[in-house]
């Protein structure tokens, strides 16, 4: 054992920094803890729950895998060959020997996803866009960055990195950028948001935001980190879906969540991407995803390229938790999007909520609190995947019923809960093609 470090004489508690930081901590309920999983590949959406008193099978309905995509068969044939063919990692940094066929092939998949002439891959989201951003903006000479306020965490580091000036915009507030870029004059602009943030599940109005960038002559920089493989007919985003995608200049998305595998990157022009490759310290310094990863990835893009099933599906589902979840009166933020926040306003209860749901209903919903989302917001967040049934949406509703009244937290009155259930109920109605896909899905 180390002995106790001294300071003339004095001994020095840093442990006492560690144990201090974290009773603060738990002292407002923001102690985080993890619940130790293991998903059954075959059977979305469940998985084994280790619980202190043995193993317990529960549902998840908070992953991030939003389409179920790293579950898939063909996501997991292509891992496995690759593995088999090619070993476990990359082997070095992308210079020293990382370059590989299939990561070479999944940047030009991700190019062809986003129809822009070329695509980096970096080892996450995080890292792209931490990476991204400082890099761009160091690269511009006296570049003004322009960033949304809601704006995740990796963004917020890569403006910081950059060393580069910023200002900040109202959430989704196109008259207070606009207010900001005219103050900023003539100097060169990057305007840094999101497509779809994923605590709210609201959506950027990205036209709008390009009309002000093209008046202003700024460049737009979009996360669609959580609309990649959801949106737009190939899953290429909010963007894509929008019919914008070539007024993004440079497009960041994960190849985490929808696409059910590890990584991120940015696209845009043959130069930026370039730049970025020749200087960006997180691609340059680390190592290379591994080739098995990037098989998978590529196997997942082209599989959500062709097929609408797992969009349909999905979409499907989550329209009916809204309206079996608003019609048991509870309070969801009403959303366009996949995302569904179940609002609880208390870090304790909210934490609470989250173990009574495993605890007693054998359903695992991770709490949301600060710093992930501002004090007083603190949440539940729905994510259904396309293969959340009837069955445990009903199973969901009435264990949140039972959880919400043994917390004695407030329901939705009973007007506003009815105009909101008719709503999603008619959103929930199988589209009519939904025949078709159906049919499509008993084939992969
Ligand atoms: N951007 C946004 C908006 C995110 O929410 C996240 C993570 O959740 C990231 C980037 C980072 O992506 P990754 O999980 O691939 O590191």
């Not at 730049?275 to 995803?289: E, K």
């Not at 998978?296 to 097929?307: M, V």
């Not at 933020?333 to 173990?355: E, F, Q, R, W």
């Not at 603190?378 to 049934?389: A, D, K, M, S, V």
Request: glycine share 8%; with cysteine.
């Amino acid at each position: 054992m180390k002995a106790t470090p001294k300071v003339n004489g004095r001994e020095m508690d840093y442990d006492g920094y560690f144990s201090g930081a974290l009773s603060q901590l738990r002292q407002e309920g923001r102690y985080r803890e993890f619940v130790e999983i293991e998903r059954i590949a075959g059977r979305i959406p469940f998985a084994i729950w280790h619980s202190s008193e043995g193993p317990r099978e529960v549902a998840i309905w908070c992953s991030n895998d939003y389409l179920g995509m790293g579950r898939h068969p063909k996501v997991i044939k292509a891992m496995i060959e690759t593995a088999s063919r090619m070993g476990t990692g990359a082997g070095g940094t992308r210079n020293i020997a990382g370059t590989n066929r299939p990561l070479v092939e999944l940047e030009r998949e991700l190019a062809d996803l986003h129809d822009k002439p070329a695509a980096l891959v970096f080892t996450s989201g995080y890292v792209s866009n931490q990476s991204g951003i400082s890099t761009i903006a160091r690269l511009i000479p006296d570049s003004l960055i322009l960033s949304d306020e809601l704006n995740h965490n990796s963004m917020i580091e890569g403006i910081r990195q950059s060393g580069a000036e910023k200002r900040i915009w109202r959430h989704n507030d196109v008259t207070d950028l606009e207010r900001l870029l005219t103050a900023a004059g003539d100097r060169p602009k990057l305007i840094v948001f999101e497509s779809l943030y994923s605590m709210s599940g609201d959506v950027a109005p990205i036209k709008q935001i390009c009309d002000a960038a093209e008046r202003h002559g700024a460049l737009t920089y979009c996360d669609e980190v959580h609309a990649v493989g959801m949106y737009g007919t190939r899953g290429s985003g909010v963007a894509g879906r929008e019919k914008v995608m070539h007024r993004i200049d440079i497009v960041e998305g994960t190849l985490a969540k929808a696409f059910g595998c590890l990584g991120g990157y940015i696209a845009g022009s043959s130069n930026l991407i370039d730049a970025v490759r020749s200087f960006a310290p997180g691609f340059i310094f680390t190592t290379a995803l591994p080739p098995p990863m990037c098989a998978a990835a590529t196997a997942a893009i082209r599989h959500l390229k062709s097929s609408p099933w797992e969009r349909a599906r999905q979409k499907r589902s989550a329209a009916r938790v809204k309206s079996a979840l608003s019609a048991a009166r509870l309070p969801i933020l009403p959303t366009d999007t996949h995302i569904i926040p179940l609002m609880v306003g208390d870090p304790l209860k909210c934490k609470a909520a989250s173990d009574l749901l495993l605890s007693e209903h054998d359903i695992y919903i991770q709490p949301i609190n600060y710093p992930t989302v501002a004090k007083g917001t603190e949440r539940l967040r729905i994510t259904p995947t396309p293969h959340h049934g009837d069955e445990l949406i009903a199973d969901l509703a009435e264990a949140l019923v039972d959880v919400w009244q043994w917390l004695a937290l407030p329901f939705v009155p009973h007007q506003l809960a009815a105009e909101r259930t008719s709503d999603f109920a008619r959103a929930a109605r199988p589209p009519s093609n939904l025949r078709g896909i159906e049919v499509l899905s008993r084939d992969l």
